[in-house]
């Protein structure tokens, strides 16, 4: 069952120089589902779009950032609400149905203001809670719930070590147990042994309240650790789907390949490949495959038409003339 659905999604951020319009074309033509009770994994190079598709998930569209087509269908208690054309349901969905744990820290906690506030001010608003010892209350429960000490209720943001504030954002993220919980670069910027700590947090939310997490990183080793399921993104586009056990042992997508094989293994000394060139400028992709200049697998119909995502099986899908001759229909 779906919990989030997303078609024909095109998010271009559309700016003007001089008269002249110049289009981003960050997210272009995206279709993907949100599986019920899943860690759905989002990869790909910096720059080909991760974070404008996470943006869109949550109804953060503000200019530049345009969406030109699509829908964002989130679907819960049978209902379906598109969040791209009810603008005005999205702040009734947020925190409840779909949450999100932003890549820094600082920008959800106050830096002025104890942790208590933080979650008092959310409380009061969706709970409609007002006396302070029930609020303290819920987190405290809340908090250790996730095995977080309850003491840092009582600390203003600077006082925690960057992980420590990490995992408050993500326990603020879930207190109101959203559906879908969004989390861009949640680990980066963290040290190992932190970043550990975040990722069996989140594994521990998803498999104490059953709901889904996307999670957006370029690191495929927090995905191998994480994910479910992985989407391997390039150029504003889909290129591959699949389970993370397909796309570690059986990656379909040359750019896929690229991706495994940069990866260290091991006891394996060897020079690891990385992906040849740099991704395109996506004001002007490449026409065709957007990976065709890069892919030493590119045939002639990879320079003209855009492969379109097929399932090839059981749900593994892939964009890639090798593997279909489908082609997307219009670009
Ligand atoms: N405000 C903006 N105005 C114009 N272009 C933008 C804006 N924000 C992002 N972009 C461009 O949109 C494309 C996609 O950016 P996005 O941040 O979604 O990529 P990303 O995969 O999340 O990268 P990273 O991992 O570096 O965060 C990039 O080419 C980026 O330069």
């Known amino acids: 069952m779906e919990v989030l659905r997303i078609e ?19 997210v272009d033509n995206v279709n993907l589902e949100v599986l019920e009770n899943e ?3 989002i990869a790909g190079e910096s720059g080909c779009g991760k ?10 569209i503000k200019p530049p950032l345009t969406v030109l087509d699509g829908k964002i ?7 379906e609400i598109d969040i791209i054309s009810k603008k005005d349901e999205i702040t009734s969905l947020k925190w409840k149905v779909f949450s999100y744990v932003p890549q820094g820290s600082m920008s959800v906690l106050n830096p002025t203001r104890k942790i208590i506030k933080t979650f008092e001010d959310l409380l009061k608003v969706h709970l409609k809670i007002e006396d302070k010892g029930e609020i303290r209350k819920i987190s405290e429960e809340h908090l250790k719930a996730l095995g977080l000490p309850s003491e840092v209720l009582n600390s203003y943001p600077h006082q925690l070590s960057g992980g420590m504030r ?12 959203p559906k879908v919980i969004i989390a861009d670069e949640a680990t980066t910027a963290l040290d190992v042994v932190v970043q550990r700590g975040v990722i069996q947090l ?9 709901n889904s997490i996307v999670i957006v990183t370029h690191d495929m080793g927090v995905h191998a650790n994480i994910a479910d399921r992985i ?13 993370a056990r397909d796309i570690f042992k059986n990656p ?10 940069s990866l260290p293994k091991i006891g394996d000394k060897s020079l690891r490949k990385s992906v040849p060139g740099a991704p395109p400028s996506l004001l002007n992709p490449p026409k065709g495959c957007r990976f065709h200049p890069r892919c030493n697998m590119a045939m002639e119909i990879c320079k003209k038409e855009v492969p379109a995502l097929v399932d090839v099986k059981n749900g593994h899908k892939v964009a890639c003339f090798l593997h279909s001759k489908e082609a997307e229909i219009h670009e």
Do not use: C, D, W
């Open 202 to 210: 989140l594994k521990k939310i998803q498999s104490e309240f059953k």
């Open 73 to 79: 269908l989130y679907k819960f208690n049978g209902e």
């Open 166 to 177: 990490q995992r408050v954002t993500i326990a603020l993220s879930t207190i109101l147990k």
């Open 252 to 261: 379909l997508h040359p750019y896929t390949k690229y991706l495994i094989e």
């Open 231 to 243: 989407v391997i993104m390039y150029a504003g586009k889909i290129l591959e789907i699949g389970s």
């Open 51 to 60: 974070s404008t598709l996470l943006k869109t998930m949550i109804g953060l």
């Open 8 to 26: 024909n999604l095109r998010a271009y951020y559309v700016t003007s120089l001089y008269g002249v319009e110049r289009r981003v074309r960050a």
């Open 39 to 41: 860690i759905l994994g």
